[in-house]
């Protein structure tokens, strides 16, 4: 990678920091190509990214985003994963690394919080922001079915009632 490269990387990744939600430092040595592509793609269907990082530039891409204070765990082999969605991206890298222990999660930051390998732990066991949704929706459409079925019982129990004295006679 030459110079020029390298300068449009890091500015490419301070971008993907910048608009990032969250950022995941892993360490991947011993994972073979196939698992990361594995990784890479149940990253990918979750709606976030994984890369691979070069250290020193990404400790350059950290500077000036609200994950600076990521820059002193780039250390060894580094693989970086970030996404819109902090607890889908959570989600994916957390199981990924329960099935296979050579991927470690060495922390991550939300926003400005800082998480150690627990909190991601702990925001992956959140329910994600497409199931919030669904519950949302689900209790707003409690109630109005609720409704119909109480204005429908009295005119079906009358029907039954009808029924019932038209068959007797």
Same mark, same amino acid.
């Given at each position: ?5 390298? /300068? &449009? ?7 993907? +920091? ?6 995941? %430092?892993?360490?991947? /040595?011993? =994972?073979? %190509?196939?698992?990361?592509? !594995? ?8 709606? $976030?990214? +994984? !890369? ?8 350059? @891409?950290?500077?000036?985003? !609200?994950?600076?204070?990521? @820059? ?15 607890? @889908?991206?959570?989600? %994916?890298? @957390?199981? +990924? ?8 999660? *060495?922390?991550? $930051? ?13 925001? $992956?066991? =959140?329910?994600?922001?497409? &199931? *919030? ?5 689900? *209790? ?6 609720? *409704? ?8 079906? /129990? =009358? $029907?039954? %009632? +009808? ?7």
């Amino acid at each position: 990678m030459d110079r020029s490269q390298k /300068q &449009e990387w890091v500015a490419s990744a301070n971008s993907y +920091f910048d608009n990032a939600d969250i950022v995941i %430092v892993t360490h991947y /040595q011993g =994972l073979t %190509v196939a698992d990361i592509s !594995k990784l890479r793609a149940s990253v990918r269907a979750a709606g $976030a990214s +994984f !890369k691979v990082t070069k250290n020193s530039l990404a400790k350059r @891409a950290v500077v000036g985003t !609200k994950y600076e204070k990521l @820059a002193d765990m780039f250390k060894g082999p580094t693989a970086v994963a970030y996404a819109n969605d902090p607890v @889908a991206a959570a989600k %994916v890298i @957390a199981d +990924f690394a329960k099935q296979n222990e050579k991927l470690v999660m *060495l922390g991550g $930051a939300f926003g400005e919080q800082v998480l150690n390998e627990s909190g991601i732990k702990q925001l $992956a066991t =959140l329910p994600s922001l497409d &199931e *919030l949704r669904g519950k949302i929706v689900a *209790l707003l459409n409690t109630p109005a079915t609720r *409704l119909a079925g109480v204005l429908q019982a009295p005119a079906g /129990q =009358l $029907a039954r %009632v +009808f029924g019932a004295y038209g068959a007797q006679g």
